[in-house]
């Protein structure tokens, strides 16, 4: 979770809260990048929860804290916004992301999608993000397919996956070690 910078208001005193969600599968370069792209498209938010997790993961952590919060804000009256870069950081399963954006939809919180420009409060918007939906999860399987395949692959080339074996010195040594 991450406070904006010179944020000197506190949360409680606001009327209205932007609540920023980012997410990246990985830390590797890209993705670093990745992360930077969407904590700066989200920089109007007054606080950002952010983590690295698959988007196929439903219980991601960092998610629910940031949805808890959002809940616990329009409880106490607040108008708040729960707020993405791209649909898909919300979630790569269609079924979660219509579970998700109905449920802060119940408290009355609006769902707001930076690069997807989508307004949750039409029938447009809501047909746009069911859509977008669905092409996310399509893209999921496409990875999990072009992974399948590639590992099958890498087999049948002779790759051997996974750790390389304790050679049998080694295995002698550490025996010897714990005797």
Do not use: W
Request: aromatic share 6%; proline share 2%; charged share 30%.
């Amino acid at each position: 979770m991450r406070k904006k910078k010179n944020q000197y208001v506190a949360l409680s005193q606001l009327e209205e809260v932007k609540i920023g969600y980012a997410r990246v599968s990985s830390i590797d370069d890209r993705q670093k990048l990745g992360l930077a792209v969407q904590l700066e498209a989200l920089k109007d938010c007054q606080i950002i929860f952010s983590e690295k997790q698959s988007g196929s993961n439903d219980q991601r952590l960092e998610l629910i804290k940031g949805t808890n919060f959002a809940k616990e804000l329009a409880d106490c009256g607040k108008k708040v916004s729960f707020c993405v870069y791209k649909m898909d950081r919300l979630s790569r399963k269609t079924s979660t992301l219509l579970r998700l954006v109905e449920d802060l939809k119940e408290h009355q919180i609006e769902f707001v999608s930076v690069k997807e420009n989508i307004d949750t409060s039409t029938p447009t918007g809501i047909l746009m993000y069911q859509l977008l939906g669905i092409f996310a999860e399509f893209e999921l399987n496409n990875i999990r397919q072009r992974t399948r395949e590639g590992l099958e692959q890498a087999r049948k080339n002779g790759v051997v996956l996974g750790k390389p074996p304790v050679s049998k010195k080694k295995q002698r040594e550490i025996i010897r070690l714990y005797s």
